[in-house]
């Protein structure tokens, strides 16, 4: 785990690198808001098999299966009334 300015600057290189070079990376990770940032294609692993693949949009907006959706909704969802 490294601190979120230097995972940050991380992210933007991967996204850089992709872009730019069209190089692939394959990037592993808990972190789907960085996946989403960054990805193409996602695939979403239980237990150490693929349960869900395919387009990062289409796969975390309308996921099929439920630890999908389960991941999806574990990610804590700004709001400025709650501290």
Sequence with gaps: MIDASLRMSLVNLFKR???ELE???LYI???LATAF???NRI???FRGGI???GPVEQV???PKRPYTRLLRDSIPKPDPRVR
């Design 17 to 19: 690198l992709r872009d």
């Design 23 to 25: 190089l692939s990376i």
């Design 29 to 31: 990770t808990h972190d």
């Design 37 to 39: 940032y960054i990805s």
């Design 43 to 45: 695939a979403i692993m």
């Design 51 to 53: 349960v869900e693949m």
């Design 60 to 62: 975390l907006t309308d």
